[in-house]
Each structure stands twice: as structure tokens, then as C-alpha cells.
Nanobody, 127 residues
Framework: EVQLVESGGGLVQAGGSLRLSCSASGFTFDDYVIGWFRQAPGKEREGVSGISISDGTTYYADSVKGRLTISSDNTKPTVYLQMNSLKPEDTAVYYC????????????????????WGQGTQVTVSS
């Protein structure tokens, strides 16, 4: 059974930092992508970052480039999302998800390319 468990969310002031973790288990795909998405109240789910586990290639939405950094520890495996210079507009529930195959849609962080999802972790940035 595929399981993705996020942690690390919380309340932080604008300009602060958080590191989210996504612990993955229960799958043995050969070439998969783990992505981070977020959804704010009343807004659509937005892909913010992804990483190809096979070669470590990373992907970012333009809105977060330079502030968010994705990394992975393949021995666990766990994927991290380091978030710096946080803004109130970063407030959302953050989800990690796995795309079981590498595709253009997965690279472009389109939610429908991702097969399995975690339960989400709340990030709140106060002004």
C-alpha cells in the first residue's frame, strides 16, 4: 500500500522559514516523481515543486523559484521542501504526491499526473 505522510507544517511569521517532510513507502516504481502541491481556501490546487527520484532533477513553479528548495533522501525515502522568505500568500495546505511514471505532465506539476497523495499539512504565514 502506497503511503505518503507529510509533516513540518505550522504557523510562521512572514519572512520566516519552514521545512516540510514527505515520508514515502509502499511502492517500487522505477522512475517516479514526487511533487509538492498546495491548496489555499477557495483556490485550485497548485503544484509548487517536484523531484525525479531517479536522477534528482528538480522542478519549480515560477511563483516559488528562489524561495523553495526540494531535496530527497533516497535511503529512507523522504522528500523535503525547504521554504524560505515565506509570504502570507504561501498560506495553504501542502500535499505531497507521487507520479508513478515520469511524464511531461508530472514535470509540469499538473495534479492529474500524480497517482497517490498524502493527507496534507497546514502552513500558515502571518503578516
Amino acid at each position: 500500500e502506497v503511503q505518503l505522510v507529510e509533516s513540518g507544517g505550522g504557523l510562521v511569521q512572514a519572512g520566516g522559514s519552514l521545512r516540510l517532510s514527505c515520508s514515502a513507502s509502499g511502492f517500487t516504481f522505477d522512475d517516479y516523481v514526487i511533487g509538492w502541491f498546495r491548496q489555499a481556501p477557495g483556490k485550485e490546487r497548485e503544484g509548487v515543486s517536484g523531484i525525479s527520484i531517479s536522477d534528482g532533477t528538480t522542478y519549480y513553479a515560477d511563483s516559488v523559484k528562489g524561495r523553495l528548495t526540494i531535496s530527497s533522501d533516497n535511503t529512507k525515502p523522504t522528500v523535503y521542501l525547504q521554504m524560505n522568505s515565506l509570504k502570507p500568500e504561501d498560506t495553504a495546505v501542502y500535499y505531497c504526491a507521487v507520479a508513478s511514471r515520469l511524464s511531461v505532465a508530472a514535470i509540469n506539476l499538473l495534479y492529474y499526473a500524480y497517482d497517490y497523495w498524502g493527507q496534507g499539512t497546514q502552513v500558515t504565514v502571518s503578516s
